[in-house]
């Protein structure tokens, strides 16, 4: 089955009881038993609940994975990767990361004695410059937040090795349509499911996909254990949502490429990133391990002035955090997505106050070209 057939049919409705086309939304906490010591497969919704079910089941197969599970938010699920984790242990994490990653692991994960060193995995010998005895997990994101570097996963898994490292990779921005890491060498694959999964800018989510049964049982453990589930309701939204998301992620990104042309041309621009652009380092890797390019572009601008007057003054496009969503949004990185990131650090990154962050949408290219033009002239 191709991504896109898979992205409409990969799941259909466990139960079969009605040939509902859509999932059911399961509106219950609870279920009951048949007989003592029996159960329909259905207990208590923390633990399983056929809609979510249904849309882990989905997300698995889009992934290539054993199994997925869907949590109430992208870092409710990165909340419970991390007790896989134990004191003492170290993880090798991308530099140029997700913010709500960072104050995560800084303001938490390192509470709990978990060490994380953060390089440029896109730099392989960084990666193997930065592995001790310690090392039991390499989290990654590609292409990153917002600086839009890419990494060779199967370069980093050769790294790792087959022993007990664990390759995390956040496939957020690409999603499963456009990239598997799985296929390439990953344990662990995590979603926001915010963004493209659900792609309308109308709920949260985020997943864990695994690729071993091991994994699986330590994380549905954890899952039921610590609680931050997918609500049926919003596991209904992300099931509908993906089943558009071939037709959402090639629109997308064919205009981004349009508008990254477009920027690259602009006098006021002084730098685009986007994977995309045949000039970009990892135009030839992302070609290699993706099917596409995804439609996140960050761009910097000659000064803060002309940055603010952008965000200040776009009317189609929406200043607002996020990506993923039909709509384009477009971000201030330094206030907004990396606020928390400490200046020195993110001065090194490139995200000062001339750097922009599009996320673009499926609206028609001309008309997010002609609201960047009227703010940009
Ligand atoms: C948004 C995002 C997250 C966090 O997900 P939420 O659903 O907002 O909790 C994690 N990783 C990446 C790359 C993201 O863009």
Redesign the pocket.
């Known amino acids: 089955m191709k991504p896109e057939t898979a992205c409409v049919h990969a799941v259909r409705d466990a139960t079969h009881s009605t040939g509902a086309v859509a999932v059911p939304i399961y509106q219950s906490a609870t279920f009951s038993h048949p007989a003592i010591g029996e159960s329909t497969g259905y207990d208590y919704t923390r633990a399983t609940n056929p809609t979510r079910e249904h849309v882990e089941k989905l997300v698995a197969a889009l992934e290539g994975g054993v199994d997925a599970q869907a949590f109430s ?4 699920a ?1 909340g419970t990767l991390m007790e896989l984790f134990s004191p003492g242990d170290e993880i090798i994490a991308t530099d140029d990361l ?1 913010g ?2 960072i104050r995560l692991f800084e303001h938490v994960s390192r509470k709990n004695g978990v060490d994380i060193r953060y390089v440029d995995t896109s730099d392989l010998e960084a990666v193997r410059a930065a592995m001790t005895g310690r090392t039991r997990a390499i989290f990654m ?1 590609s292409p990153t ?1 917002p600086m839009m570097k890419v990494t060779d996963i199967a370069g980093i898994r050769a790294l790792a090795g087959t022993g007990d490292i664990l390759l995390i990779v ?1 496939n ?2 690409l999603t499963p349509y456009f990239c598997n890491p799985i296929a390439l060498g990953a344990d662990i694959c995590i979603h ?4 493209y999964l659900s792609g309308h800018n109308d709920t ?3 997943f864990i996909v695994v690729n071993s049964q091991e994994l699986a049982e330590r994380l549905r453990f954890l899952q039921k254990t610590i609680g931050g589930v997918l609500s049926p309701f919003d596991a209904f939204l992300v099931a509908r949502g993906i089943k558009t998301l071939a037709i959402r992620m090639e629109k997308a990104q064919e205009n981004a490429i349009r508008v990254a042309r477009w920027l690259v041309k602009h006098p006021k621009v002084t730098a685009v990133h986007y994977v995309g652009l045949p000039d970009h380092p990892a135009y030839a890797l992302s070609r290699r391990q993706a099917r596409g390019f995804g439609a996140m572009i960050s761009f910097s601008v000659d000064s803060a002035q002309t940055a603010s007057a952008i965000l200040e003054n776009v009317k189609l496009i929406l200043f607002a955090e ?2 993923g969503g039909v709509e384009t949004l477009i971000t201030y990185p330094i206030t907004q997505t990396h606020a928390d990131v400490p200046e020195s650090e993110r001065l090194a990154r490139g995200i000062d106050e001339r750097l922009l962050r599009l996320s673009v949408g499926i609206e028609a290219a001309g008309d997010i070209i002609e609201d960047l033009e009227r703010v940009m002239e």
């Open positions: 938010s992208g870092m409710a990165i997700y709500g990653s994101e937040n956040d957020t921005f926001s499911g915010t963004k949260l989510a985020g996020s990506l």
